[in-house]
């Protein structure tokens, strides 16, 4: 089964420090995309960041960048200089291509940036 | 803003009662999906179509049906709902069929409540 866990339920950080949130994954495909999406109080669902498990090179983004660990099934997401817009539910989620198109996703982890 | 939008915002319902949901996806892109999120099963994914037809299925109730129309918009039909129901309904779009893990963007969502 193709799963997605998120081991932090919620995490506060003050803001400008910098704050990783953790994922992890399992599948037996070799091929498959991840990503990050956010879910600000207005439940509007935004992609953050998208990484092709191909590529060895980590995706960023401005202030977000991932750390793609392919042999450990590890996609974990690092905001810098974290600011109060940041404030929002972060889903890790992935799916595999040549196969249907759904993305499954992690449970989210409920990030708080502290003023 | 996405480019995917979703009618109605709110949908205030009883039960036992059928609603329709409606989504127009992003100008250009082919493929719909609808998921589901509630709070105790998180983002599901329900149903996908691809430039009219039925792609892919997941954790839809045979009570819930969908289709895409030939201008590319979907509609998801719930019926004799019940209370567990009540969730947060998104649509999203990308541009491709399986095959190029291609970004999906979501739209508003429609907060269905069935009482």
């Known amino acids: 089964a193709q799963t997605v866990t998120q081991s932090q339920p919620e995490m506060s950080v003050q803001e400008a420090e910098t704050v990783t949130l953790s994922c992890t994954y399992d599948t037996s495909e070799n091929n498959y995309y991840l990503f990050w999406y956010k879910q600000p109080p207005s439940r509007q669902m935004i992609l953050v960041i998208r990484?092709?498990?191909?590529?060895?090179q980590n995706a960023t983004e401005n202030r977000f960048s991932v750390n793609f660990q392919k042999a450990a099934k590890s996609f974990s997401l690092k905001i810098s200089d974290s600011q109060l817009g940041d404030t929002a539910m972060y889903f890790c989620a992935f799916t595999i291509p040549n196969r249907d198109d759904k993305i499954i996703f992690g449970k989210g982890t409920r990030l708080h940036i502290l003023p | 803003d996405s480019g995917v939008t979703q009618t109605p915002k709110h949908l205030i319902t009883a039960t036992g009662q059928r609603v329709t949901l409606r989504c127009s996806p992003r100008?250009?892109?082919?493929?719909v999906y609808w998921y589901q999120q509630s709070l105790d099963q998180g983002l599901q994914f329900l149903i996908q179509y691809y430039n009219g037809e039925e792609r892919a299925k997941g954790n839809i109730l045979e009570r819930f049906s969908a289709q895409q129309f030939p201008d590319l918009h979907s509609e998801l039909n719930l019926s004799s709902l019940e209370l567990g129901d009540s969730a947060l309904y998104f649509c999203?779009?990308?541009?491709?069929?399986?095959?190029?893990?291609?970004?999906?963007?979501f739209g508003p969502g429609t907060r269905l409540l069935v009482l």
């Open positions: 990484q092709e498990a191909y590529k060895q």
């Open positions: 999203a779009s990308s541009a491709a069929l399986a095959g190029g893990g291609e970004t999906q963007y």
């Open positions: 100008s250009g892109d082919l493929s």
